[in-house]
């Protein structure tokens, strides 16, 4: 066995794999460069940590379960004449994770609401956040089939050890008692322990209407909003308006 070999196996044995796999690039940049020991070996500690990073925010993107990937720089704020700059720029900063706030993003449907969402809470993700994202529907059945299945159990662990909680299409159906308890229970858990993102196209006034319970409705109000920003995201559909047409620049409409 030679000696790059050696290197990399002792390597791998201290869990420097990443630095091991890398390690001929990062002996030939030295070389070329002409660094000294120890800017050598800053380079591999610099590398073999940010391949750490790299990896946790693979990891942490993987367990949120966004439906897409959009971020924040890919959410036209030119569309939103609703949500000013400096208010983007507020909650781009996320200070409001550190504060316990919870986000209430109302609109109808097709203004960016869920594009927002999964904007700041892929930002979370890099800022070393663990975030989560659930349909309501997908919500509710996870709850109920959580003493039931390892999946689901699994599932509702990460939701309850999450930084940031992202709650998809609230209130667009309604809830039995039983539904409405658990995501109770769930919201209480939640509270005081992490911040909680909601889209909706109905305001919260509203929500008693699909919760049923006024008792159950006022409880789960009272923890969102304690400490909550309402944000209302009212312009045109951002999807009718850039729609893609089989007729091209032609609509049937038209």
Not at 196 to 217: F, M, Q, R, Y
Not at 219 to 227: E, G, N, Q, S, V
Request: with cysteine.
């Amino acid at each position: 066995m030679n000696q790059l070999s050696t290197l990399q196996d002792t390597l791998k044995s201290l869990r420097l794999g990443e630095t091991a796999n890398h390690l001929p690039v990062l002996l030939e940049k030295a070389k070329t460069n002409d660094d000294t020991y120890a800017s050598f070996l800053m380079n591999v500690m610099s590398y073999e940590q940010k391949r750490r990073e790299d990896k946790q925010i693979e990891r942490r993107l993987k367990w949120a379960t966004f439906p897409y990937h959009k971020t924040l720089e890919q959410f036209n704020l030119n569309e939103q004449e609703s949500l000013s700059k400096k208010q983007y720029n507020q909650l781009k900063e996320l200070l409001w994770i550190e504060q316990l706030y919870n986000l209430i993003l109302l609109g109808p449907p097709g203004v960016g609401k869920t594009h927002l969402a999964i904007g700041l809470g892929i930002q979370a993700i890099h800022q070393g956040y663990k975030v989560v994202f659930s349909s309501m529907g997908e919500l509710i059945q996870t709850l109920k089939t959580e003493e039931i299945t390892r999946k689901s159990q699994t599932r509702m662990n990460r939701i309850r050890t999450a930084d940031l909680v992202i709650i998809d299409d609230l209130m667009f159906m309604a809830m039995n008692q039983k539904e409405a308890n658990l995501f109770f229970h769930l919201i209480n858990e939640l509270y005081n322990n992490a911040c909680v993102i909601l889209t909706s196209n109905k305001a919260p006034k509203e929500w008693g209407e699909l919760l049923g319970d006024p008792a159950i409705t006022t409880a789960i109000l009272d923890r969102i909003m304690h400490r909550a920003e309402i944000i209302h995201l009212n312009e045109d559909s951002y999807r009718m308006k850039h729609r893609l047409s089989i007729f091209g620049e032609e609509s049937v409409s038209n």
